[in-house]
C-alpha cells in the first residue's frame, strides 16, 4: 500500500550542544510547536525551562541521562532520570555503559539500564547504544538487554562520538528487537534523503537537529509498504 507520510511527529527536535543557551531552548521549543515534533530533547539543565514554554501543547520533554558517555554510575543514571521527571519530562534518553558491555559484564548492562526504566515507571526509556563504537554482534546483544530490562526503545547515537545513525544497524535494530519496541535513528541525519532511509530501515523515532530545515523543505514522502 502506497501512504503518504508527514514525518514531524515522529522527530525527537533536538539542541545538546554544551553551548546552548536558553534562548536557543526557547526557540527550539517554539519551533516543535510550529512544526508539530513529538518532543524536544535536551540536557537536564533545560528541562523544567522546556517544560513551561511548552505547557499547555502537545510537545512533550525529553531528557538525556548518563550523556553523552554512559560511563556515569548506575545510582547517578537513576537520581539523573527521577529528577529529570521531576522537573518536567515525559521521556528518558540514557547512554548504555559501552565499556562494560564490551567486557561482557552484561548483567551490569542489563541492570544499569533496568534501574533507570525501575525509577521513572511511567515514563519511556530510550536506551543510545552507541552503534559506532559496536559490531554487529554487540548491538544484537545490547538490544536485547535493552529490551529484557523493559526499555521502550533503542537508539542509534549520542551525535557525540565517532559516527552516527545508518540505515543499516537501525535495520539490524529493528529485527532484533521486533515490530513491538521502538526505534530511534539520531546523530548525522540532516537531509530528507537520510530521514527517509531511516523511516525505511525500521526507524519510528527521529532524533533530529535540522529538524527545521527539513521538514521546511517538505518532508512528505511515499514509502513503499508491501
Not at 524536544?40 to 502537545?58: F, M
Not at 554510575?73 to 518536567?88: D, S
Not at 533507570?116 to 552507541?130: A, G, H, Q, R, T
Given at each position: 500500500?502506497l501512504l503518504?507520510?508527514n514525518?514531524?511527529?515522529?522527530i525527537d527536535?533536538?539542541?545538546?550542544?554544551p553551548?546552548?543557551?536558553?534562548?536557543d531552548?526557547?526557540?527550539?521549543?517554539?519551533?516543535a510547536v510550529q512544526?508539530?515534533?513529538?518532543?524536544?530533547?535536551?540536557?537536564?539543565c533545560?528541562?523544567?525551562?522546556a517544560a513551561?514554554?511548552?505547557a499547555?501543547t502537545k510537545?512533550?520533554v525529553?531528557?538525556?541521562v548518563?550523556?553523552?558517555?554512559?560511563?556515569?554510575?548506575?545510582e547517578?543514571k537513576?537520581?539523573e532520570a527521577r529528577l529529570a521527571?521531576?522537573n518536567g519530562a515525559?521521556?528518558i534518553d540514557m547512554?548504555m555503559?559501552?565499556g562494560?558491555?564490551k567486557d561482557?559484564?552484561y548483567e551490569?548492562v542489563?541492570?544499569d539500564?533496568a534501574?533507570?526504566?525501575?525509577?521513572?515507571?511511567d515514563n519511556?526509556?530510550?536506551?543510545?547504544?552507541?552503534?559506532?563504537?559496536?559490531d554487529k554482534?554487540e548491538?544484537v546483544?545490547?538490544?536485547?538487554?535493552?529490551?529484557d530490562a523493559?526499555?521502550?526503545f533503542?537508539?542509534?547515537?549520542t551525535?557525540f562520538s565517532s559516527?552516527?545513525?545508518?540505515?543499516?544497524?537501525?535495520?539490524?535494530?529493528?529485527?532484533?528487537?521486533?515490530?513491538d519496541?521502538g526505534?530511534k535513528?539520531s546523530?548525522?541525519?540532516?537531509?530528507?534523503?537520510a530521514?527517509?532511509?531511516m523511516?525505511e530501515?525500521g526507524?519510528?523515532?527521529l532524533g533530529?537537529?535540522?529538524?527545521v530545515?527539513?521538514?521546511?523543505?517538505?518532508?512528505?514522502?511515499?514509502?513503499d509498504?508491501?
Amino acid at each position: 500500500m502506497l501512504l503518504n507520510h508527514n514525518i514531524a511527529f515522529l522527530i525527537d527536535h533536538t539542541n545538546l550542544k554544551p553551548e546552548a543557551r536558553g534562548s536557543d531552548i526557547e526557540k527550539l521549543c517554539c519551533e516543535a510547536v510550529q512544526y508539530g515534533f513529538a518532543s524536544v530533547c535536551v540536557n537536564p539543565c533545560y528541562v523544567a525551562e522546556a517544560a513551561a514554554w511548552l505547557a499547555g501543547t502537545k510537545v512533550r520533554v525529553c531528557c538525556v541521562v548518563g550523556f553523552p558517555l554512559g560511563a556515569s554510575t548506575t545510582e547517578c543514571k537513576a537520581f539523573e532520570a527521577r529528577l529529570a521527571v521531576r522537573n518536567g519530562a515525559s521521556e528518558i534518553d540514557m547512554v548504555m555503559n559501552v565499556g562494560w558491555l564490551k567486557d561482557k559484564r552484561y548483567e551490569d548492562v542489563k541492570n544499569d539500564i533496568a534501574a533507570v526504566v525501575e525509577s521513572v515507571p511511567d515514563n519511556p526509556v530510550k536506551v543510545i547504544l552507541e552503534t559506532c563504537l559496536l559490531d554487529k554482534s554487540e548491538i544484537v546483544k545490547a538490544c536485547r538487554l535493552a529490551k529484557d530490562a523493559g526499555a521502550a526503545f533503542v537508539k542509534t547515537s549520542t551525535g557525540f562520538s565517532s559516527g552516527g545513525a545508518t540505515a543499516e544497524d537501525v535495520a539490524l535494530m529493528r529485527q532484533t528487537v521486533g515490530p513491538d519496541m521502538g526505534v530511534k535513528a539520531s546523530g548525522g541525519i540532516r537531509t530528507r534523503e537520510a530521514a527517509e532511509a531511516m523511516i525505511e530501515a525500521g526507524a519510528d523515532r527521529l532524533g533530529i537537529s535540522k529538524s527545521v530545515e527539513i521538514c521546511s523543505n517538505g518532508l512528505n514522502f511515499h514509502l513503499d509498504k508491501k
